[in-house]
Nanobody
């Protein structure tokens, strides 16, 4: 059974930093195909940063240069380092794993990030 548990969300001021973690069980992060998504109230869920099946990282234009996705294989954990946070980054952030042509098979429960101006 795959379980993804996000943590690290918080309320911060604009310009601040946070690091989100996604602890995986039942899924090996070294197989790649994981990502971070976010959804703000009244909006559609969007991809923030993903690692594809080849291990390449891809970022949404809105976060390029500010966010970094990484993984620790020893801890079986996916991270999202978020710097220079903006109020528009406010959202629930979700970790996802096991991508295919249709999307991701497994999702975490989410962690809330709130950025105040």
């Amino acid at each position: 059974q795959v379980q993804l548990v996000e943590s690290g969300g918080a309320s911060v001021q604009s310009g601040g930093s946070l690091r989100l973690s996604c602890a995986a069980s039942g899924y090996t992060v070294s197989t790649y195909c994981m990502g971070w998504f976010r959804q703000a109230p009244g909006t559609r869920r969007e991809a923030v940063a993903v690692i594809d099946s080849n291990g390449s990282a891809h970022y949404a234009d809105s976060v390029k240069g500010r966010f970094t996705i990484s993984q620790d294989n020893a801890k079986n954990t996916l991270y999202l380092q978020m710097n220079s946070l903006k109020p528009e980054d406010t959202a629930m952030y979700y970790c996802a794993a096991d991508c295919n042509g249709l999307g991701y098979r497994y999702w975490g429960q989410g962690t809330q990030v709130t950025v105040s101006s």
